[in-house]
């Protein structure tokens, strides 16, 4: 599997373009556009590779990805084996859509600001159900109406404050589509297996290179250590199951593939800046 070059805007006599996704799980490769893609999770979890970040994601969050921004869904492991399907709703926009200079009139000026975020990649949590359900079903309206409808949902969405900034500019050029299969393969193997040990010499296999040059390639094209990036996901896996499960510290570390629950404090706190257990008490707070 390697990142692919991904065109869903094909009916040229449409100003953008609407899919629905309704599958076991998310099967789309680790891929880029030419496109804004704004993306609404109807119902499914997992963790999103953005360049060389890893999120959770889940039910109801909204996404917004500007051109060249590669990225894929990885269902969290099992996912297809529950009784709920991966579903998606995708839309997608070219710059140009409306003209050259449309986002530099007065007054789109909040749109522009969202789209110029939107080069790192935007995920918007705790939108409101009425919001999810327009863009769920923005391809039932007609005419002028459709384009409205989008045009009112991307200023709604500029105007939510519950945004995290996906990426950083140094790393929007981290893959092309002739040099990223190995990074792609990386991903997905510690995606599948983060649960479990995760073994150096396995993912060199995987990336089809000796030990010591993966960790030099894996360290240029993402600027971060292997070790770094495998954390990262765990944590955010850990996040995910403190927020949403009553399962103790330990239990959680072994869950995320941790073998020593002071190790898995200590990546907490570093990636998180705060511990295991202050970031439960503060999740229940907002609760």
């Known amino acids: 599997m390697k ?3 991904e065109k869903l805007y094909s009916d040229s006599s449409f100003l953008f373009y609407y899919q629905e996704f309704i599958q076991p799980f ?46 894929c869904f990885f269902n969290t492991p099992g996912y297809e084996k529950g009784a709920e399907l991966a579903h998606a709703v995708v839309i997608q ?64 969405l500029s105007a939510n404050k519950n945004i995290n900034l996906l990426s950083t500019e140094d790393t929007l050029n981290l893959c092309c589509l002739n040099d990223s299969m190995i990074i792609n393969n990386v991903y997905k193997y510690v995606a599948e297996n983060f649960q479990n040990k995760i073994s150096f010499d ?12 993966f960790c030099r390639y894996f360290k240029r094209k993402t600027k971060k250590r292997f070790t770094e990036f495998v954390n990262e996901t765990r944590i955010m896996h850990a996040r995910k199951l403190l927020s949403e499960t009553d399962k103790s510290t330990i239990e959680i570390a072994f869950e995320c593939g941790y073998e020593n629950t002071s190790y898995f ?5 570093i990636i998180c800046g705060i511990t295991p257990t202050v970031f439960k008490e503060q999740i229940a707070i907002l609760k």
Do not use: C, M, W
């Open 202 to 213: 396995v993912a060199a296999s995987v990336a089809n290179l000796q030990r010591s040059a």
């Open 3 to 5: 990142t692919t070059y």
């Open 93 to 156: 926009f070219r710059n140009n859509f409306l003209g050259n200079d449309f986002f530099y009139k007065n007054e789109i000026s909040q749109l522009k600001k969202l789209i110029d975020k939107s080069k790192f990649g935007i995920q918007f949590t705790k939108t409101k159900k009425t919001l999810q359900d327009r863009i769920q079903t923005i391809n039932q309206k007609k005419n002028i109406n459709r384009l409205v409808e989008l045009l009112l949902i991307l200023n709604e």
């Open 265 to 269: 404090n200590r990546q907490f706190k």
């Open 26 to 71: 998310f099967t789309s490769p680790f891929h880029l556009h030419d496109e804004f893609e704004l993306i609404l999770i109807v119902k499914s979890h997992g963790k999103l590779y953005l360049g060389s970040n890893v999120v959770n994601f889940s039910d109801g969050d909204v996404f917004l990805f500007a051109p060249g921004l590669p990225h």
